[in-house]
């Protein structure tokens, strides 16, 4: 990949062509009718088809980030940035695929700065936080776009690294741009995450399930479960924290009383991570 454009990582999502930065605020497509993306001011360039506003809301990426200024999933972040380091050599390219607001992506582009690092999500929202917080922690090579994970805008075979942490996994795409020796880590819920909070909401607090969106048929390099406990301190913090999960959605209005006016919330925390390989 060009080390001083490495924005041409880009394929148009309109026409198929390759992208270049113009003028350090345009991403351009070399069709002979080209296609023009502006930047925005924060650094991203929004290469959604999609004409309706998705992906997660202003509030969920508020929560997200609220949340996250103390660090609180520090060890999945660690081995993030482990897995990244082991598996990406110096210029080779990697993508975040639902990157959201950037706390793992910017973790793993400022420890590989030789590196460059792509974040797609379909919230505005959130790849606009991203970008500001890597021109913030000078995060190094990093872009982020909104898309589709269903339909990103590269050309096959251009990462050496796919991470996708909690969200959802297009196996085809995922390997369609990673190039053969590639590798794939998913980052998922462990049984017991969160149990702490959905004692306190729940009568019945019930383990997670294995997620069902795993890659079939590809080669498993290993997988790996990390728990930790943390302690969320704070009434905003812990709203933030259930804000940003799927039991906000599912929980009664009798359930959520149950957070008002806590101020600390102590619960395990607990990842799965799936680490797999393109053959060669």
């Not at 302690?231 to 804000?243: K, M, T, Y």
Request: hydrophobic share 40%.
């Amino acid at each position: 990949m060009d080390s001083v454009n490495f924005m041409s990582g880009y394929r148009c999502p309109v026409c198929g062509g390759r992208m270049s930065l113009k003028m350090g605020k345009s991403l351009v497509c070399d069709a002979k009718k080209a296609h023009v993306f502006d930047l925005a001011r924060s650094g991203y360039v929004n290469l959604s088809q999609k004409q309706s506003a998705t992906g997660d809301s202003k509030e969920a990426v508020w929560a997200r980030s609220t949340f996250f200024e103390l660090d609180p999933y520090r060890s999945l972040r660690q081995e993030l940035v482990r897995l990244s380091q082991t598996y990406l050599a110096p210029g080779k390219a990697a993508l975040d695929a639902g990157c959201g607001e950037g706390y793992y992506t910017n973790a793993m582009a400022s420890a590989c700065p030789d590196s460059f690092f792509f974040g797609v999500d379909l919230s505005k929202y959130a790849v606009d936080h991203a970008a500001k917080e890597a021109k913030r922690l000078a995060a190094g090579r990093v872009c982020y776009a909104v898309a589709s994970v269903s339909d990103l805008p590269f050309y096959d075979r251009t990462f050496s690294l796919v991470t996708s942490v909690f969200a959802p996994c297009d196996e085809e795409e995922f390997f369609r741009v990673l190039e053969p020796g590639g590798v794939l880590v998913l980052a998922a819920a462990g049984p017991g995450h969160l149990l702490g909070l959905k004692r306190l909401l729940y009568e019945h607090p019930y383990l997670n399930e294995e997620r069902r969106d795993l890659p079939q048929d590809r080669q498993l390099l290993f997988k790996k479960r990390i728990s930790d406990r943390i302690e969320v301190e704070g009434e905003e913090r812990i709203s933030a924290l259930f804000e940003m999960t799927p039991y906000f959605w599912r929980t009664r209005e009798a359930d959520r009383e149950k957070l008002k006016g806590l101020q600390t919330l102590q619960t395990e925390v607990e990842f799965d991570l799936y680490v797999y390989q393109k053959d060669t």
